[in-house]
């Protein structure tokens, strides 16, 4: 058994998502076990270094979590041979330019999503990297979700019957700032800075429809600015001037209708903050973040409208749970392993790559265009 080194350039990991998922649950972990064992025997072992503007903030990260490397300086890490995979979580605006940079200095590419803040940007780099012939991917972190996994276990045998449709509910009530601290950045609520929940939830919606239920074939969307005003990180008042709530039909290919609501403005009362409900001719199921519950057509209730009575059901009760079969671990880190195997060479191919960002992209900035002229918008096939 030989230990193999990876060298990672990781750009942007002192954000939220970066530190917490990218870095502690998966790169840290996966070295704390020492590497990603490979079908020969071998371990490949991730020797990250933190790239970011405040070394003081990266020094600190770096010791906490057992990395020796850290640079302010991103063109340096980008000459620098002995790192080959070059990963980004930092704002969505700058992450094309970003990425474009790394696949003209030869790297390969694994990134956040989404891939850019426009669709032309995000083919252009899909593009560059297919000429370029370098391995690249993007995370598509709800696929990897213990209830998403039972729920395609579900789907694929055959339990549902033909599906028709699928309602989706995401989403919390992110603080306003003032009566508590919010749990989300502010970037998040302005348009300069990339933010909206359109851009950033209808690119995770993408590839869960389509690698779940269906392509995705057009989408009518409605946005909302429900809190015009937040409190930053500064304690001062701003004006939150992006959407912080999306509406959402999507037609998908074989006649299934799905609609997901998606909203930092709700208080949460079902079963988990994210919930996708399939309805098909011989079953359904519902299913959350971690669990997953099938209600067979044999199982299924008769229900008699009469709004005179108590409701004399309980529907809770006909549902039946998905049981563990197997051990889950995080999403992120389960695909970090997937392309880093990749990586080794253990796979021909690597399924999200930046088209499939780039699809994210075209459904984010579709629905906005829905949204401003108050229509279905079609999803033509991208060209890479």
């Not at 600190?60 to 041979?81: K, N």
């Not at 998040?188 to 990339?194: D, L, P, R």
């Not at 912080?244 to 037609?251: E, G, K």
Request: proline fraction near 5%; glycine fraction near 10%; hydrophobic fraction near 40%.
């Amino acid at each position: 058994m030989a230990e193999r080194r990876i060298g990672i350039i990781m750009n942007g990991v002192t954000g939220r998502m970066g530190t917490n998922q990218h870095l502690i649950r998966s790169i840290a972990a996966i070295r704390a076990d020492g590497g990603v064992r490979l079908a020969n025997g071998d371990r490949l072992v991730p020797d990250p270094v933190l790239v970011g503007r405040n070394r003081e903030k990266l020094e600190a990260l770096a010791r906490a979590h057992g990395v020796t490397r850290v640079s302010t300086d991103l063109a340096a890490c980008l000459a620098d041979p002995k790192d080959e995979l070059f990963f980004d979580a930092a704002t969505t605006q700058l992450r094309a330019g970003l990425i474009e940079r790394a696949i003209a200095s030869g790297k390969h590419i694994y990134v956040e999503k989404p891939t850019a803040d426009n669709l032309e940007d995000a083919l252009r780099v899909a593009r560059l990297a297919k000429q370029a012939g370098i391995k690249h991917g993007v995370v598509q972190d709800k696929l990897f979700l213990p209830g998403l996994r039972k729920l395609k276990m579900v789907i694929d045998s055959g339990f549902l019957g033909r599906i028709c449709s699928v309602k989706g509910e995401f989403g919390y009530w992110v603080f306003e700032g003032d009566l508590q601290p919010a749990q989300r950045p502010s970037w998040n609520y302005k348009a300069a800075e990339g933010g909206g929940i359109i851009l950033d939830m209808l690119c995770h919606w993408r590839y869960v429809l389509d690698n779940l239920f269906g392509e995705v074939e057009a989408v009518s969307c409605l946005g909302a600015t429900h809190i015009p005003e937040r409190i930053g990180e500064d304690g001062k008042p701003y004006k939150a001037d992006v959407d912080d709530a999306a509406y959402a039909t999507f037609q998908l290919r074989g006649g299934i209708i799905a609609h997901i609501n998606s909203s930092w403005v709700t208080r949460v009362r079902r079963d988990d903050l994210a919930t996708f409900q399939v309805d098909g001719t011989h079953g359904s199921a519902v299913a959350g973040l971690q669990k997953c519950w099938t209600q067979s057509r044999v199982n299924t209730p008769k229900p008699v409208w009469n709004p005179d009575i108590p409701q004399p059901i309980d529907f809770f009760a006909g549902w039946q749970e998905v049981p563990n079969t197997q051990d889950y671990p995080n999403g992120f880190r389960a695909q970090w392993e997937m392309f880093l195997r990749y990586m080794a060479g253990e796979t021909a191919s690597f399924p999200w790559d930046l088209s499939a960002g780039a699809k994210g992209v075209q459904l984010a900035e579709a629905g906005l265009q829905s949204w401003r002229e108050r229509r279905w918008i079609d999803l033509p096939t991208l060209e890479v």
